[in-house]
């Protein structure tokens, strides 16, 4: 057994370390995991620490088992709308075999880097957030808006049982929420990347149907030939798009349509031509695109494949609601102000996949998806995921100040 996989070192304090790096890699270390996620000993772990901070605990059962957790910092002014900081508590599997440390074991090396599963993706959000609130209770503050901290589970399978349930339950209205912030994704630059909108999942099921017979002849209109055009057209649309991405270089991953083929299903015998083939499509559609017209060409590529080529969704994402990032928006105006005034450099994009924030764009709320990670690789979901605790801190310094900013908007002309 590797020294850093001893169980016993888990629970050492080192007490040379900053408290809310030990707290980071408490909770890293509790196995929120898919597909089985230790959701109990989270919930537990955030009431200790909303008793801790003197705030108020909420609980909503969303479906069972499936709990949200709500902190609440009342605000001096509560008739005004609220801030909404969100994260989710659950992580995606690990291959063990290809991490360097145990990827809940939270090991920190001499450079700072701590290695688990959720370290970016976004156990340190959480955390941040926790000790923000913290530091500025500490400092005796208060602020006119009410901040609620919502941990919410499921995220990483889809958020069906989580945030997409939540946002549509009275609790959720009771909330009264003004503007929410969210998930990010690290940026290995000096700059720190700005969600405002995201790109619409579609998941697609494409079957044809064909003449069937004896594998030794040549068969008319075989499933087969038709799938053969039908994957041709997909993926050609694929290659344009990634060309696309490649030459025009303000582009990002978020301005262009991604197209995977991901399942290929078909045929019983090596002798015998199927009559049914299946292909399932990835797509993810940035806001920029008109879903209508969209949806049209994937009929035309099905039609022109020939006869029997039908499709089905199993996911079709249609909200196509940004966040403003106008200065005239009040909300950004607080959050790029104050980012400025800490000589943040930002760069504004589209999500390239899903997060809860959709569910709340989608429940007509401004939602900004921000993970403090400049100068880090993008390592969400891969082997080795690790935060360097320096940033990791400088994430709680940044969030001193968006709270309070965000905290302190003044009445908008639908609140006065
Ligand atoms: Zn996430």
Redesign the pocket.
Known sequence: MLPEKDPKRLGDRDPKEDPSVTLFREYLRIKTVQPDPDYDTAVKFLERIGSELGLQCQKVEVCPGRVITILTWRGTNPQLCSILLNS?TDVVPVFEEYWRYDPFSAFKDSEGNIYARGAQ??KCVSIQYIEAIRRLKAEGRHFPRTIHMSFVPD??IGGHKGMEMFVKRPEFATLNVGFALD?GLANPTDTFTVFYGEKCPWWIKVKVEGNPGHGSRFIENTAAEKMHRVITSFLEFREREKQRLKSEKHLTLGDVTSLNLTMLNGGISFNVVPSEMSAAFDIRIPPTVDLKAFEEQLTSWCRAAGEGVTYEFHQKYTDQSVTSTEESDPWWKAFSGTCRDMHMKLKCEIFPAA?DSRYIRAAGLPAIGFSPMNRTPVL?HDHNEFLNEQVFLHGIEIYAHLIPALASVPPLPAEA
């Open positions: 989710h993706d976004m995220e990483e998930e997060t969400l």
